[in-house]
Nanobody, 121 residues
């Protein structure tokens, strides 16, 4: 059973930085699509950044140039480096792992419990 544990959230002033971590157990991130999502109060959960098994990376337009997703396969951990933070980045940030099964269902999705990021002066 895959388990994801996020950490690194907190309160930061506008313009500041945070690094989120997502430690995975029960499944190798090297063969998964690992993503960071966020959900602000009253808003839908939105995709922030993803990294595929072969290392392809994508970002939401709202975070391009400010956020960076990376992974350490040896530690089975994915990171989200967040720079130049804005108040509108305030949300609960979730880690998601998607594994292909080559069976039914075709994928298995796993979520972490989330970590709060608050950007405020």
């Amino acid at each position: 059973q895959v388990q994801l544990v996020e950490s690194g959230g907190g309160l930061v002033q506008p313009g500041g930085s945070l690094r989120l971590s997502c430690a995975a157990s029960g499944g190798s991130i090297s063969i998964a699509i690992m993503s960071w999502y966020r959900q602000a109060p009253g808003q839908q959960r939105e995709l922030v950044a993803s990294i595929t098994g072969d290392g392809s990376i994508s970002y939401a337009d709202s975070v391009k140039g400010r956020f960076a997703i990376s992974r350490d396969i040896a530690k089975n951990t994915v990171y989200l480096q967040m720079n130049s933070l804005k108040p509108e980045d305030t949300a609960v940030y979730y880690c998601k792992e998607v594994l292909k099964t080559y069976a039914w269902p075709p994928t298995l999705d796993y979520w972490g419990q989330g970590t709060q990021v608050t950007v405020s002066s």
